[in-house]
């Protein structure tokens, strides 16, 4: 299956075959790799270079590196929860500036809410008006429903992004709404005006979706991210 490796850059020609055998399917999910022994004969290199490689591997999330007995190293499904892992790291670690992080979210959600107009079932509207009322219902109870607003809002974001259909657009927003709440405690300091505005705002978003009106859609998303985000960068200098 493998052929031996340029010895000046070998760790990584490595980790190209094994990757590019994985990803064309001659490498199933579930599926070992052959033993250290054999890989090492079949590349050319030392254990220590294989063992290199496979760490990267694993990083990468394309291997599992199993000990004991029934050990070896397991051939992982390729999907997304790796680059959601680390985007919610970035995020969490506030390893990302309120710059790239508005500019993120500017480039994406207004297409994610005109593709989710064009592709949303009657399912996705009902769970999005189930949520907008559970949005409404939570101003209702005053200060003690704040963070539970807070909650529904990241949930109605993440219906628009998954009525989208589109994976990565769901799993990087996924990982951007489960974390983003560290740059709302510390830059957007919520009062009963501005979440009141934000409920407006997720209205007006819906009711594209609802429509299936993708403009409407894109426009409202596009407002509204443009705006909170610069109530946070005020929130930011003050």
Known sequence: M?????????????????????INGQLQPGSQLPAERDLKEQFGISRGTLREALRVLEQKGMIEI??????????????????????????????VSLRDLAEFRVGMEGDVAALAAERI????????????SKADNCLKEGKKGWDGFIRTDEEIHLAVA??????????????????????????LPWSKRLL???????????????????????????????????????????
């Not at 996705?124 to 008006?129: F, P, S, W, Y």
């Not at 951007?176 to 709302?184: A, C, F, K, W």
């Open 2 to 22: 493998f052929k031996a490796v340029k010895q000046n850059k070998a760790y990584q020609d490595v980790v190209e075959q094994i990757q590019e055998a994985i």
């Open 66 to 95: 199993r000990t004991g007995v029934a050990g070896g190293s397991i051939v992982r499904e390729i999907n997304s929860e790796k680059l959601s892992e680390n985007i919610g790291l970035l995020i969490r670690n506030r390893s």
């Open 121 to 132: 079932n009657e399912s996705g509207m009902e769970g999005l008006r189930v949520l907008l």
């Open 162 to 187: 998954r009525a989208s259909g589109n994976q990565l657009f769901i799993s990087a927003l996924e990982s951007v709404y489960h974390n983003i709440h560290t740059y709302y405690e510390n830059y």
């Open 196 to 238: 009141e505005e934000n409920l407006n705002d997720l209205k007006e978003i819906v009711g594209g979706v609802i429509l299936r009106d993708p403009e409407r859609a894109r426009d409202m998303a596009l407002d509204h991210v443009k705006r909170f985000n610069s109530y946070m960068e005020t929130g930011k200098s003050g």
